[in-house]
């Protein structure tokens, strides 16, 4: 969820800014010729809070209620949710549900309310969670990168879905936005109840710390990314200062990339910026220094394929810069499964963007799948 390379929705690496700074100036020569006098600021200003395309990250609907839950995960952990039901659901059926995953570094009010409550004006119960370490589950240190314990959160809330009486816990999927893409296919490969699987904007947290986009990040890079983590866990062993690594920028300059700017449009303005209470801003979407490293041990395209014969949906915009990690989980899936392209749209837009995001193709992948 933000960074030069690597977040997507989460995370990227310093080292790894150099191809987004040359991205910029290649805008800005551009950008220079069309507004003349216009320095870089006033150009990222008047570009900031881009409410177009229906941006809607705070939608709420009149059409249905939402509960505040938590639960425990296998690892004795409250995780934190919001349940979404149509207020016309026969409570004396069983009926289907999804679960929905934010982008790493988020919270479950950016972005994945917004699919939960859309999810349940079409007819399912759909909760929203935070992924343990994060907004309101537990975990400590907070913001603390741990892909096993995100994948457990999944599981957890279908645990959490699959005892309650008005859902039919052999009809349970899930959708996992940004970074929550790559933690839910990792919970899928081991989890056979998640019957149907969707991702948006999907971002290998594996790969993008390892590799960075486009595989730009050498593997000199990535070791001194280690060793300084390395090095920080001796400082915070012996009390010193938590350091947090990536994340969003929280200012933008002549130097911050297109990419990053994409982020900030979404997480540092009001269309998007959102402080959990116990939270604090200075930290939305940094994980710790020390603990980010883990993604690079986190492979969860390995054995793809076993998650068939359930369905696959990887939707993605086809300006995305994140499309990649789509592509790629798609090539190496087995069938039943899908790739689906939002003309026009970029990685961010899909997190909110109403009038982009094919929801109508969501309810007709769960509605024929969950059926």
């Not at 290649?26 to 200003?45: Q, T």
Request: net charge negative.
């Amino acid at each position: 969820m933000n960074k030069q390379s690597g977040t997507g929705d989460a995370a990227e690496h310093q080292i790894g800014l150099d191809v987004g700074r040359r991205d910029l100036l290649k805008l800005a020569g551009a950008g220079a010729a069309m507004v003349g006098a216009m320095s870089f600021l006033d150009m990222h200003s008047a570009m900031a809070q881009d409410m177009s395309n229906g941006a809607a990250n705070f939608y709420t609907s009149d059409k249905v209620t939402m509960e505040k839950v938590t639960f425990k995960s296998q690892y004795q952990l409250n995780v934190a949710g919001n349940v979404f039901t149509p207020k016309n659901i026969d409570r004396n059926a069983t009926n289907p549900a999804v679960v929905v995953g934010h982008p790493m570094g988020a919270v479950k009010e950016q972005s994945a309310n917004l699919y939960a409550t859309k999810m349940a004006e079409r007819g399912f119960v759909a909760m929203s969670i935070d992924l343990p370490f994060w907004g309101e589950s537990e975990g400590q240190p907070r913001n603390a990168v741990s892909p096993d314990f995100y994948a457990e959160g999944f599981s957890a809330a279908i645990d959490y879905l699959g005892t309650q009486p008005f859902v039919d816990r052999s009809r349970i999927g899930a959708i996992g936005i940004c970074g929550s893409g790559s933690f839910v296919i990792s919970a899928a490969k081991i989890d056979p109840r998640m019957r149907a699987i969707a991702t948006v904007s999907m971002y290998d947290m594996g790969a993008a710390n390892r590799n960075a986009l486009n595989h730009s990040l050498s593997v000199e890079q990535r070791k001194q990314i280690i060793a300084a983590a390395a090095q920080q866990r001796w400082v915070e062993f012996t009390g010193g200062k938590t350091e947090y690594t990536s994340g969003t920028v929280h200012e933008l300059t002549a130097d911050t990339g297109p990419i990053q700017h994409e982020f900030y449009d979404f997480y540092r303005t009001p269309r998007g910026e959102y402080t959990p209470v116990g939270g604090s801003p200075e930290l939305t979407t940094h994980p710790t220094l020390s603990s980010n490293v883990k993604f690079m041990n986190f492979y969860p395209f390995n054995d793809i394929e076993t998650i068939s014969p359930r369905p696959l949906l990887f939707i993605s915009g086809d300006q995305a810069h994140s499309r990649e990690f789509s592509e790629e989980a798609y090539r190496r899936a087995a069938e039943p499964k899908e790739l689906v392209w939002v003309p026009g749209a970029g990685h961010v837009d899909l997190y909110d963007r109403v009038d982009l995001i094919p929801f109508d193709k969501l309810q007709s992948f769960f509605d024929q799948h969950l059926a």
